[in-house]
């Protein structure tokens, strides 16, 4: 598998930190939607959510001794993360014109939301990818993907793809307290459907990281799917979810695995951090 040559930390805790950090994120998130158990919590909330998440992701790095600086990357690639992340957008947005132009269901030419109020727009991705997106993919890309990683096998690709699949499962299963205590949902079809597009954007958002070792990339992904900046009126419908989301995903990988590569073919990797190998506190 295409990877940059960052190399996985060395976490000198045992195998049980990040499964108690993830045990105890599922609880105190449970505790969070049992106190406000609307569909959107107050952003005060929010804000504090989300430093919780990064507090205690940092706190378990540390733990196992692994140097916060090593994970994030350089401010320089941040232009390369947002021309990627617009690439994909500006494709997705003529496809959906060329189908609304077709008359395809679920895909209406007038101006969406986005379009009519941007900077509303703007102030919402923000939100999200400050006080979700990236608090979540420091715990689960950062930190949970490259420790099972490491457990399984350091980085062959057993071991890559074991990691990817395991947090991939763990971030679906992250959005059960939403779905049953906030939602009011029960078990039945819809929540297998949930499930199984959860763990589809988990295993994108994996491989992203994987491929680009780019927190911001991954996490600017991440906002911008929970918020998407379409330029028309788009109403998926509801049996054609899962099917737009492969689509999306393989879209989503396919375009940063070219990037990566046109980047490494000009010499120019601007997409991943420039950490090395054994980046860890004790080093």
Not at 27 to 32: K, Q, T
Not at 141 to 146: A, D, E, M, S, V
Not at 237 to 247: A, F
């Amino acid at each position: 598998m295409l990877r940059p040559a960052t190399g996985l930390p060395r976490f000198s805790g045992g195998p049980l930190i990040p499964v108690v950090t993830y045990l105890l994120v599922m609880l105190v998130l449970a505790g969070l939607v049992t106190i406000s158990p609307g569909t959107s919590p107050p952003p005060v909330l929010g804000m504090i959510w989300g430093a919780f998440l990064v507090a205690l992701t940092a706190g378990a790095l540390r733990i196992e001794n692994v140097s916060l600086r090593s994970l994030f990357p350089p401010v320089r690639t941040l232009g390369p993360v947002v021309g990627v992340v617009a690439a994909f957008w500006g494709l997705y947005n003529l496809v959906a014109v060329a189908l609304a132009i077709g008359g395809v269901s679920g895909f209406d030419a007038s101006l969406s939301r986005t379009a009519a109020h941007p900077l509303l727009y703007l102030a919402a991705l923000f939100s999200s990818l400050l006080f979700t997106a990236i608090p979540e993919e420091f715990l689960f890309r950062t930190y949970l993907q490259q420790r099972f990683t490491r457990l399984v096998g350091e980085t062959t690709p057993r071991a890559v793809l074991s990691g990817i699949g395991i947090v991939a499962v763990l971030f679906a299963l992250f959005h059960l307290p939403r779905w049953f205590l906030a939602s009011g949902h029960g078990v039945n079809s819809a929540l297998a459907g949930r499930l199984i597009g959860l763990t589809l954007m988990g295993l994108a958002y994996g491989s992203v990281y994987v491929l680009s070792g780019n927190l911001w990339l991954v996490a600017l992904f991440h906002a911008s799917m929970n918020h998407p900046p379409f330029f028309i009126t788009v109403s998926i419908p509801s049996e054609l979810h899962l099917v737009v989301s492969v689509i999306e995903c393989a879209a989503i990988v396919s375009l940063v695995a070219i990037s990566v590569r046109l980047g490494a073919a000009t010499g120019t990797p601007l997409l991943w951090s420039q950490r090395t190998p054994s980046a860890s506190a004790g080093d």
